[in-house]
């Protein structure tokens, strides 16, 4: 089968086609026009360097602090190498494969607008890595997000220079030994290489898409789930009313309120008298919540569209300007912003999850304490409320900001840093606890549904609970629930589902 193959260049990189590159394990190849721009911007940089005496920040000089310590020209290129060397200081856990290789398409996507000064070379050596699923070793502790994120993109760098630790066909071994069974030659830096490998944002910025790209998915599951949960509860639909919600203007509330309302359409709980005047805030400001989530993350997709479309190494070359600038690119703090309010919006949509799973289970509105027939001999499901509450917690931590903190560093020449690295990983830590929090509570309004028999939901509500039942069967009697969370967890990664195509965020 002919292998499908994205070619880059310097139109827009979007979230679909991230989405499948990923997905469809797809090929790199730079456009034609890339691959003019790179070579342009390094023959401008060699003829530049030849002719002029004058110090360019990390092309003929030190670097951070050491500014103002001049190179010789003979000794460009290993400054360069030193600079990967000596910057590959990262600890902690181990980034995860699939963010590792997002991270080498967002350098390549970087490089390829020609204000860099790489060799073709080194960008064709990045997508060979990438289009090989040789996976360097990067640690997710070391960045501060500030002059790029310089020690995990160390990491990600030293395999060109037949240094460092990779991932292939499964086996973590030597980027020495794998350079040498393709037949590659370790590369040798020229000027300003190494700084734009290493300057940029693309650790955060790989971290954030991948969260970001999940967090699409997770909030629209979490509208579907809420809508069971509503039905299951006998919640009232007259919250959801459009003209409730256009007098107070958010997009997202809108949004939210509309797709309950499809749903949740011809519904015979939904429709059925209700005793009750008000349901509790879990249920009825469902849309307010959801909402406000939602905006966060078109917010937040904005900031990362403008990001991984961007160069961001330092300093820029303008070949076409006969300008070389040392600027700030690099910095995380829009990122670092954004993914805090990531983290944020993803752990409210957990927070008001959990909270509604905690509502199931009281045993109001005709439903049986802690959803099983016969509770006492059977905890039913106590303890998984329990579970989500720790988790809900454990969100609340992490979504300490950490963009508004900073660290000087290099002498007091880097003297404030976004810290977008560690707003990253957590970030990346809260939207996975999402990912669960949901999962517990479908595991949670299914069963409740279930006691509404032989009353039924909607048409798309009670397609979405058959799938989920083929995994996940009604609980009769206590069992080992860790067992069925995980598979719940594991049914919102694989379901299929439609919702009206004017409600999909255009991604």
């Given amino acids: 089968m002919k292998e499908t193959v994205y070619e880059i260049s310097p139109e827009k990189l979007t979230f679909k086609a991230i989405f499948d590159i990923l997905r469809a394990d797809m090929k790199l190849s730079l456009s034609g026009e890339a691959e003019q721009r790179i070579i342009k911007c390094r023959e401008y940089l060699d003829r530049k360097m030849s002719s ?3 110090p360019i920040y990390g092309i003929n000089t030190g670097f951070g602090a050491l500014y103002d310590k001049s190179i010789s020209n003979t000794d460009l290129g290993r400054l360069q190498e030193n600079l ?6 990262g600890l902690g856990e181990e980034v995860p494969a699939e963010i590792v290789k997002l991270m080498l398409l967002l350098k390549v996507q970087s490089l390829s607008y020609g204000h860099s000064g790489v060799q073709l070379s080194t960008v064709k050596r990045l997508i060979d890595l990438f289009n090989h699923n040789i996976i360097p070793v990067v640690y ?5 997000g500030a002059s790029g994120d310089l020690s995990p993109l160390a990491h990600m760098s030293l395999p060109l220079l037949g240094m460092g630790e990779v991932y292939f066909e499964g086996e973590k071994i030597s980027a020495e030994k794998v350079l040498s069974a393709f037949g590659w030659e370790s590369l040798h830096l020229q000027s300003k290489e190494g700084l734009a490998l290493l300057n940029g ?5 790989a971290y954030g898409v991948h969260s970001l790209l999940k967090l699409f998915r997770l909030s629209e599951l979490a509208d579907i ?5 509503l039905d299951a509860f006998d919640g009232r639909i007259e919250p959801f009313m459009d003209s409730l919600h256009r007098i107070r203007h958010h997009k997202g509330q809108i949004q939210t309120a509309e797709r309950f309302r499809i749903l949740l359409e011809g519904s015979e709980l939904i429709r059925q008298y209700k005793k009750h005047v008000q349901d509790p805030y879990s249920f009825r400001c469902i849309p307010q919540v959801h909402g406000a989530s939602k905006d966060s993350i078109n917010y937040i997709a904005t900031v990362f569209s403008n990001e991984i479309n961007a160069v961001t190494d330092n300093p820029t070359i303008f070949p076409d300007e006969d300008i070389i600038v040392s600027g700030g690119n690099f910095h995380g703090q829009p990122l670092a912003l954004a993914l805090d309010n990531m983290a944020i919006a993803a752990a409210e949509l957990g927070s008001i999850a959990e909270r509604r799973t905690y509502q199931l289970l009281h045993g109001k509105r005709g439903l049986p304490p802690f959803l099983v027939a016969n509770p006492g001999l059977n905890s039913g499901f106590m303890i998984p409320q329990y579970t989500a509450a720790s988790i ?3 969100n609340k ?4 900001p950490a963009s508004v903190d900073t660290i000087e560093s290099s002498q007091g020449q880097e003297d404030h840093v976004s810290m977008g690295a560690n707003a990253a990983t957590k970030a990346f830590r809260v939207v996975y606890n999402l990912e669960r929090i949901l999962a517990i509570e479908l595991f949670n309004a299914s069963q409740a549904l279930d006691f509404r028999r032989p009353k039924k939901s909607s048409a798309m509500i009670e397609q979405f609970v058959a799938q989920y039942r083929k995994r996940v069967p009604f609980v009769e009697e206590d069992k080992i629930m860790h067992n069925e969370m995980e598979k719940s967890i594991r049914f919102l990664r694989e379901v299929q589902y439609e919702l009206p195509d004017a409600l ?3 991604i």
Avoid: R, W, Y
């Fill in 201 to 205: 944002t693309q650790f955060m910025s």
């Fill in 397 to 400: 931590q992490l979504c300490t």
């Fill in 504 to 506: 999909i965020p255009g």
């Fill in 52 to 54: 002029h005496d004058e």
């Fill in 84 to 89: 990967v060397k000596s910057h590959a200081c």
């Fill in 392 to 394: 809900v917690n454990q």
């Fill in 225 to 229: 789930i809420g809508a069971i949960s």
């Fill in 140 to 144: 997710q502790l070391g960045s501060l």
